[in-house]
C-alpha cells in the first residue's frame, strides 16, 4: 500500500512487488495515461470541426497481417469450392437472446445482420438457396424452406422475433438433418447456428446426433454470443465447420459475413452432376403475358422460360411449371472470381524503391495516386508479382475483396495468363 | 466558416471517366475516320467541362496491347498554356494520345490475319473503377462518378470474365456503365454492362452527328437523369454459350463444380476434369486401383 508520497506505510519489502515503477509519485489511473494521451492526436479541419483519428494505417497493417495467413494456408493450389451451396441458419430465440449485453439486444443485432448477411450471401451464391429454422421453448421450428430468394426469408424472420424458453441444440440438428437429406447430391450442406444461450435442453444423447451429421457429411458452424461452449466446439471439430464467439457488435458482423464466399470444399462431400438449366430471354416491352409467380397479368419485362415458355418475373428462380431451373449468365459468372482467384500482391519496401534497377514509377498504376508522400519520401506499396505494375495499398484492398481483376494484367495483353477457355 | 469547394457543391456535380477505343486495327477499316470521330468527342468533353465548375473528366485509351490514362482534368500535371491555335484540352489529350499510339504500336506482335484484334477493355473498366473509388476516398464531397465507355471494336470472349467482374464491381459501388457502341453489330458485354449498371446503352446510327447524340444522351449528370426520357434498352441477350462449341444455348447443362456450360450430356467435365454421377472418392480408388494393375 503506497501513500502519494511514494512512501510503503508498513515498511514490508515484500509489498514492494505489487508497485513496480511508481516512483514519478502518480496514481495508479494516471500511469495509465503516460503513453496513451489520445485526445491529443484530434485535428481540427478548416471549418473548426472535429477530424476523425486517422486509422488508414492501422486498417492496412490488418489488411496486409490477413492475406498474409490466407496466403500461407491456401499457397499456390486450385483449392475446390463448394459453389452450390445449400444453407440452415439456426436463430436461438430463448430467454437468453433479450439480453441487453449487446445494444438494443442480443436478437436485434441478430436480426439486423442475419438479414445483411443473407443479401450478401446472395450476391456471392446466386446458386444457393438458405433456410431458416428457429429454436425455442426446447423445440425447433422451420421458419421458412430452402429457397433461392432473400426476401421471403428477410420477411419471415423480421415477423418472428418473440423469445422466451431454453435453446435445443439436439431438436434444431435433428430438424436440419431430415430436411437437409431431401436435396441433391451435387449440393454442398451447411449449417450456421447462432447460439446465445449457455445450455441446451435435449432430448436424447446429442452425440449421436452429431456423428449422424457427420456422416451426412454437413458442415456445421456455430457463432456464439455468450461464451464458448465445448458441445459448439465439438459439433464444429466433427463437422469440419469453424466456432467463433463474438466480442461486440461489429466483431460479430464481421464474424458472420465471413460465412458468405464459399467455403473451400471437401471433394468427397458432393457428387459432381449436370445441372439441367435454362438461360430465358428477356421479353420485349409491351407484351403482356400471365406470370406465375403471382398469378396476374403484367406487361413489359420478364423472362420466358426455354421449355414450356411460361413467364417469371426474375431470375434465378425455378420455373413452377416445369420445374427447370433458370438462371442467367451473369449469374454464373458472379461466381468465376471464387474460381479464377488473383495473386496476393508483393510488399515493396520504401528503402527499395529508391533502386534504380527496379523502374518504380511512384505513381499507383490503377489510381494514378502519387505514392510519395509529404517531403518526396516513398511510401509502402505493392505490386502485382505478374505484371509488375505499382499500386497503392487502398488499391490493393480493392482490388482484391472487390473487383477481382488485377488491372495491370488486364491492361497487357502479352502478359495475360489464361485463365479460362471461354 | 465553410471552405470554398464545399459550398458550391450541388449534387449534380459529376465525375466522367471516358474510356476511348484506339484499336487500330478496327479504326483503319472503319468506314468514319478516327480523326472526325475525335473532333466530336473532345468537343464533348470540353462541353462537359463546361457545364459545371466542379466537373472533372477522366479519359483512358483503349489500344489492342495496352492502356493507359491520357487525361485527367483535376491533375496538375496539364500545361496551362497552348499555342493559341486550340483549347489546353485538346493540346494536353492530343499530345498524351500521340505518346500512347506510338507505345502501344511498338508492342504489337503478329496476329492471326482473320479476325480483328479485340481492345483491352476489361484493363480500361478496372482501371477507371480503382480511380473512381480514389475519389470516393477523398471525402464526404465528392463528385457523383459514372463511366462512359466510347467503344467500336468486337467483343474478346477471352475477357468475359474479367468485364463481368468489372461490372459487378461496379454495380456494387452503384457507378453506372454508360455505352455509345459505333461499331457494326451490338456489342452483348456493352450491353450487358449497362443494363446491371443501370447506366444507357446506345448505338448512334448516324456518325456524322456524333456529338449531338453524346450531347443529348450522355452528358446529363446522375441526378437530372430522372427527368429525362432517355432511349430504353431494346432486349438484352443473357443467354449463355456453351464451352465446346460456343454457340448461344438457351437451355443446358451446367458443371456443379466448376460451373462451366454444356449444350449436351457429357460423361466427364472438361475444365476441371470431374467425372460425373459418382462420388469423387470413387473415382480416384478406381484410378488407382488401374494404376496398381497396370
Redesign the interface.
Known amino acids: 500500500m503506497n501513500n502519494i508520497a511514494g512512501r510503503p506505510l508498513n515498511g514490508d519489502v515484500e509489498d514492494d512487488d505489487e508497485d513496480e515503477a511508481n516512483d514519478d509519485g502518480l496514481e495508479a489511473w494516471e500511469r495509465a495515461y503516460t503513453e496513451d494521451r489520445s485526445w491529443e492526436s484530434l485535428q481540427e479541419d478548416?471549418?473548426?470541426l472535429l477530424r476523425p483519428i486517422d486509422t488508414t494505417a492501422v486498417h492496412h497493417a490488418q489488411y496486409r497481417r490477413r492475406l498474409r495467413a490466407l496466403a500461407s494456408n491456401a499457397a499456390t493450389a486450385r483449392i475446390?469450392k463448394g459453389?452450390?451451396r445449400y444453407l440452415y441458419i439456426v436463430v436461438d430465440l430463448s430467454k437468453a437472446a433479450s439480453e441487453r449485453d449487446f445494444r438494443p439486444s442480443r436478437m436485434a443485432v441478430i436480426a439486423k445482420q442475419v438479414e445483411s448477411f443473407i443479401r450478401e450471401f446472395f450476391d456471392q451464391n446466386p446458386?444457393s438457396h438458405v433456410g431458416l429454422v428457429t429454436t425455442k421453448d426446447g423445440v425447433a421450428n422451420c421458419l421458412t424452406d430452402l429457397g433461392g430468394s432473400p426476401e421471403s426469408h428477410i420477411k419471415a424472420l423480421m415477423g418472428k422475433l418473440e423469445c422466451s424458453g431454453d435453446a435445443s441444440l439436439q431438436n434444431a440438428l435433428e430438424l436440419v438433418h431430415s430436411n437437409l437429406n431431401q436435396i441433391p447430391s451435387?449440393?454442398h450442406r451447411e449449417v450456421l447456428i447462432l447460439y446465445s444461450a449457455l445450455s441446451t435442453c435435449d432430448p436424447g444423447d446429442i452425440m449421436e446426433t452429431i456423428q449422424k451429421c457427420k456422416k451426412s457429411k454437413i458442415r456445421c458452424s456455430v457463432i456464439g454470443l455468450a461464451a464458448e461452449m465445448f458441445i459448439c466446439k465439438h459439433l464444429c471439430q466433427e463437422t469440419g465447420g469453424t466456432y467463433s464467439v463474438a466480442l461486440d457488435e461489429s466483431h460479430f458482423k464481421e464474424l458472420i459475413l465471413e460465412h458468405s464466399p464459399p467455403p473451400p470444399a471437401i471433394?468427397?462431400y458432393?457428387?459432381?452432376?449436370?445441372?439441367?438449366?435454362?438461360?430465358?430471354?428477356?421479353a420485349?416491352?409491351g407484351s403482356v403475358a400471365i406470370c406465375t409467380c403471382h398469378e396476374e397479368a403484367k406487361t413489359g419485362g420478364g423472362y420466358t422460360c426455354?421449355?414450356c415458355k411460361v413467364r417469371v418475373c426474375e431470375l434465378p428462380t425455378e420455373c413452377r411449371i416445369c420445374g427447370?431451373t433458370l438462371i442467367?449468365?451473369?449469374h454464373?459468372?458472379?461466381?468465376?472470381?471464387h474460381?479464377?482467384p488473383i495473386v496476393p500482391f508483393a510488399e515493396i519496401s520504401p528503402s527499395s524503391q529508391n533502386d534504380p534497377s527496379h523502374n518504380f514509377t511512384n505513381t499507383?498504376?490503377?489510381?494514378?495516386?502519387s505514392l510519395l508522400s509529404q517531403g518526396n519520401k516513398p511510401e509502402l506499396s505493392v505490386s502485382c508479382p505478374k505484371c509488375k505494375q505499382q499500386f497503392c495499398l487502398?488499391?490493393d484492398i480493392?482490388?482484391h475483396e472487390?473487383?477481382?481483376?488485377?488491372?495491370g494484367c488486364?491492361?497487357?495483353?502479352?502478359s495475360?495468363s489464361v485463365?479460362?477457355?471461354? | 466558416m465553410a471552405s470554398a469547394p464545399s459550398k458550391h457543391y450541388t449534387d449534380d456535380i459529376s465525375l466522367l471517366v471516358v474510356t476511348l477505343d484506339t484499336n487500330p486495327f478496327f479504326w483503319s477499316t472503319f468506314s468514319f475516320h478516327f480523326s472526325d470521330f475525335l473532333s466530336q468527342v473532345l468537343a464533348f468533353l470540353n462541353s462537359i467541362l463546361l457545364l459545371g465548375q466542379l466537373n472533372q473528366v477522366v479519359v483512358i485509351a483503349t489500344g489492342c496491347n495496352s492502356c493507359s490514362y491520357i487525361y485527367d482534368s483535376s491533375s496538375d500535371r496539364n500545361h496551362a498554356s497552348t499555342n493559341g491555335t486550340m483549347p489546353a484540352l485538346y493540346s494536353n489529350l492530343l499530345h498524351n494520345l500521340d505518346e500512347f499510339a506510338a507505345k502501344d504500336q511498338q508492342l504489337t506482335t503478329d496476329h492471326k490475319p482473320a479476325t480483328v484484334p479485340s481492345s483491352l477493355l476489361s484493363g480500361a473498366l478496372s482501371m477507371a473503377l480503382c480511380y473512381i473509388q480514389r475519389a470516393f476516398r477523398a471525402g464526404p464531397m465528392h463528385p457523383q462518378p459514372r463511366i462512359l465507355c466510347l467503344h467500336g471494336s468486337t467483343d474478346g470472349p477471352e475477357q468475359y470474365v474479367a468485364i463481368m467482374n468489372a461490372i459487378f464491381s461496379a454495380q456494387h459501388s452503384s457507378v453506372p456503365v454508360d455505352s455509345c457502341y459505333i461499331g457494326s453489330n451490338n456489342s452483348a458485354f456493352l450491353q450487358q454492362a449497362s443494363y446491371i449498371t443501370g447506366g444507357i446503352y446506345y448505338r448512334p446510327p448516324q456518325l456524322e452527328g456524333l456529338f449531338q447524340y453524346l450531347s443529348t444522351v450522355f452528358a446529363t449528370d446522375l441526378h437530372s437523369r430522372e427527368y429525362l426520357r432517355l432511349p430504353k434498352s431494346l432486349g438484352v441477350d443473357f443467354r449463355a454459350s456453351c464451352f465446346c462449341h460456343k454457340q448461344t444455348i438457351d437451355m443446358g447443362y451446367v458443371c456443379s463444380v466448376c460451373l462451366s456450360i454444356f449444350c449436351e450430356h457429357h460423361d466427364k467435365c472438361s475444365t476441371c476434369s470431374s467425372v460425373f454421377g459418382q462420388a469423387q472418392s470413387d473415382v480416384a480408388s478406381a484410378d488407382s486401383r488401374k494404376r496398381k494393375a497396370s
Open positions: 478548416e471549418s473548426g475446390q459453389l452450390i446458386l451435387y449440393g471433394a468427397e458432393a457428387t459432381a452432376n449436370l445441372i439441367k438449366m435454362g438461360f430465358p430471354q428477356r420485349a416491352e426455354p421449355r427447370l442467367s449468365s451473369p454464373l459468372a458472379r461466381s468465376y472470381h474460381l479464377f499507383c498504376f490503377g489510381c494514378q495516386q487502398d488499391c480493392y482490388i472487390s473487383l477481382h481483376n488485377c488491372p488486364e491492361s497487357f495483353r502479352h495475360k485463365t479460362s477457355s471461354q
